[in-house]
């Protein structure tokens, strides 16, 4: 199989080129994952994403959603990874998130929408030789995935009191990937190799959140997520069953004025079930401005639950964004600029990402 074949060379020598379009870090393990927020939580550094009824991180937040709602996202990434003497600038673009919510009564609001989950799309370059008829041939390995796993979410929220309000969802998790694995020989009279594989996952969870707010100006958010396993299955058999994480987290939001806003999230996921480094995450932000544009800043840290070393890779990152209401804010565009960097086990990745994001309130 392809995976296997990716394994050996990826154990057997470091890459001499990087061409993968995604992170560096999607390679080992199950990937890298997703964020669940819309533009507006994002260029917060994510620190609104529990608070924001246009993401997908608590599922309480959509007892904020007093209309109707539907949002989308769209993200440009240019990045270089650098790895054993090795650089490598890459490009992608993606549509990470989308979302729609809406009232049923006047307490309970529901809405769904997908994210992604997982994203594992890399193409890996090698050069090596082997001693092939007494002589030594060379030849080029290229290894590559190219997939991820979507999270398709149902979810509502009921505001119980002026001061309390829970919500719930059920997560279908599913998605897929295409292997390769390709040897090619300088010497064109030995025959090279190619395998393919249309890889198949699937997976389920449930999440639970509470808002409080103890005075008008103070939110405090907790929330929790359960993901039961991801089962990989090549054509009709199951090939694979790797248990996913627990979430837990908690954030705070203040807001002094009506218009200035901070707020700061913490989170924690036991990645350790699913083979890779358990992770804890935060991020501060802010939001200054009441009118159509406000501007929104903020920085974000922690730790991936897969990478090269022995230990979790980190990660920092710093966000720079503002929106702009349109026909009585019936249409929102949200864009912003995101900034990060990430490094562990000698692998190092910088990444610029452009985000826009749009929200349609018919």
């Known amino acids: ?46 620190a609104f994403g529990p608070f924001d009824p246009r993401s997908s991180v608590a599922d309480v937040s959509l007892a904020d959603a007093l209309q109707l709602t539907a949002t989308a996202v769209e993200a440009t990434t240019y990045r270089r990874a650098e790895i054993g003497g090795t650089q490598d600038d890459l490009r992608s673009s993606r549509f990470p998130f989308m979302g729609l919510a809406g009232p049923v009564t006047r307490r309970v609001v529901v809405g769904g929408g997908f994210a992604t989950y997982l994203d594992r799309t890399y193409s890996i370059v090698t050069r090596d030789s082997q001693m092939l008829r007494g002589a030594y041939a060379s030849y080029t390995d290229r290894i590559g995935n190219d997939g991820a796993v979507a999270d398709l979410r149902f979810a509502a929220a009921a505001r119980l009191a002026s001061w309390i309000a829970i919500g719930a969802g059920a997560h279908i998790l599913s998605g897929s990937s295409r292997q390769t694995a390709q040897r090619v020989y300088d010497d064109t009279t030995f025959l090279g190799t190619t395998q393919t594989a249309v890889v198949r996952y699937d ?13 008008r100006s103070v939110r405090i958010v907790g929330y929790a997520r359960s993901d039961n396993r991801l089962r990989t299955r090549l054509g009709d058999a199951e090939t694979d069953r790797t248990d996913l994480p627990t979430t837990l987290g908690a954030a705070l939001r203040w807001s002094p004025s009506p218009s200035a806003r901070v707020a700061g999230t913490a989170v924690w996921r036991s990645w350790s079930d699913a083979g890779g480094f358990n992770t804890t995450s935060w991020s501060a932000g802010a939001e200054v401005g009441a009118g159509p544009t406000p501007l929104r800043f903020g920085v974000r840290g922690g730790q991936l639950p897969f990478g090269p070393g022995t230990a979790a890779p ?39 990402t452009v985000l826009v994001g749009l929200t349609i309130r018919p």
């Open 1 to 46: 199989m392809a995976a296997v074949l990716a394994a050996v060379l990826l154990t057997a020598a470091p890459p001499d080129r990087l061409t993968a379009q995604d992170s560096q870090f999607s390679v080992r393990g199950l990937g890298v994952p997703g964020r669940w927020e819309s533009v507006r939580a994002r260029t917060a550094a994510g």
């Open 314 to 352: 980190t990660e920092l990152g710093v966000t720079l964004g503002a929106g702009k209401g349109f026909s009585g804010n019936r249409a929102l565009v949200d864009f912003g600029l995101e900034r990060l960097v990430r490094k562990g086990g000698g692998l190092t990745e910088t990444a610029w």
């Open 203 to 215: 997976g389920f969870g449930i999440s639970g959140s509470v808002a409080l707010d103890p005075v």
